[in-house]
């Protein structure tokens, strides 16, 4: 099993090594974080899902939502996705992502619009 790093401290261990909830909370933030497209700024990104502690199902809702928000045009682009603790942080997982059809409707408007 690969090593994880503690929201709390920093350290890194294994979580075999380790039993309880502590283990567990540290393997539901790599599952996000493993899912999550932007690499970058990891302490704040668990400092930021400590403060959240979320549960099993919120967890699974988290990386989900992360699923939706991927499908979002904006975020074909690594410019425009969030670091992950603004993400966490803002509680985007919370918010509905727009739709691609619709931002791919709006994109035609603009194009017919814009060379009037």
Not at 33 to 60: F, T
Not at 90 to 99: A, E, K, W
Request: hydrophobic content about 40%; aromatic content about 12%; charged content about 25%.
């Amino acid at each position: 099993m690969k090593r994880v790093t503690c929201p709390h401290c920093g350290m890194e261990f294994n979580p075999s090594e380790h039993t309880g909830a502590e283990a567990e909370k540290l393997l539901l933030f790599t599952a996000f974080w493993d899912e999550y497209p932007k690499k970058i700024q990891k302490p704040a990104a668990q400092r930021a899902w400590a403060k959240i502690n979320p549960s099993e199902q919120l967890a699974a809702a988290i990386t989900e939502s992360v699923d939706l928000w991927k499908k979002n045009p904006a975020w074909k682009d690594i410019t425009y996705i969030p670091y992950p603790a603004t993400f966490l942080n803002n509680r985007m997982f919370d918010d509905v992502p727009p739709c691609p059809l619709k931002a791919a409707e709006s994109n035609s408007i603009w194009d017919k619009v814009k060379d009037l």
